[in-house]
């Protein structure tokens, strides 16, 4: 399942109401498919998260019978993490009642928790935490940071130090190159801080445990 290659592809048609593409990811180092901007978040949040080892969209055709029926489904991703298999589908809030979405949820909660493995259906996230998070993506790609700079920002000891503090800690360093070799940190889970609220020159630095 780990190499598993999407069960289908992107559905393109005049007026869609949904944005499809591609996205890469640092877990991966390759891209994944998303089918909606929810699920581009969903991929962000799940690249940010280090228990999580790969990321694959569209993974297999669930097909079970129902109620005398023989229902199908294709979840959206299936994580492989530290703790096991993640399957997880991702709707709008409002969609997730709907007596028809429900029923599928369902049975498909169902049937993956009974091979042992966990199952999330995943709506809108919290803004703030989101948009940290579309920032933070951004210095994702580890080829494009000085492994050097890297080594100065963990040997001075960044714990209970501000983003704003740090412009000029490292002599020698032009400033951007240091906020961006934080942010990168950051991004890696070798630090981290309060992602709930808008990211700014206050907020607090800790060193992940």
């Known amino acids: 399942m780990a190499t598993a290659s999407p069960w289908r592809t992107f559905r393109w048609y005049d007026g869609q109401k949904h944005y499809s593409g591609t996205y890469w990811s640092s877990t991966m180092c390759d891209h994944v498919i998303y089918e909606s901007r929810l699920e581009l978040a969903r ?25 005398g029926k023989v229902r199908k489904h294709i979840p959206d991703y299936l994580l492989i993490s530290e703790d096991g298999p993640v399957v997880v589908d991702v709707k709008p809030r409002h969609r ?28 809108e996230p919290a803004p703030a935490e989101l948009e940290n998070l579309r920032f933070l993506a951004g210095y994702r790609r580890d080829w494009l940071f000085d492994g050097l700079l890297l080594d100065e920002l963990r040997a ?29 940190l950051l991004w890696r889970g070798e630090l981290v801080t309060d992602l709930t609220t808008p990211l700014s020159g206050h907020h607090v630095l800790k060193a992940s445990k």
């Not at 993974?59 to 129902?66: G, I, N, S, Y």
């Not at 007596?99 to 091979?115: C, I, S």
């Open 156 to 184: 001075m000891g960044l714990d209970c130090r501000t983003l704003g503090e740090l412009d000029d800690a490292l002599t020698g360093r032009e400033p951007e190159e240091v906020r961006a070799g934080v942010l990168h």
């Open 43 to 67: 991929l962000l949040f799940d690249d940010f998260d280090p228990s999580v080892r790969r990321i694959l969209a569209q993974p297999f055709l669930l097909k079970a019978e129902v109620e």
């Open 96 to 123: 997730v009642a709907k007596p028809e979405v429900a029923f599928t949820f369902d049975w498909t909660r169902r049937l993956v928790e009974t091979r042992g493995w966990r199952y999330v259906v995943w709506s």
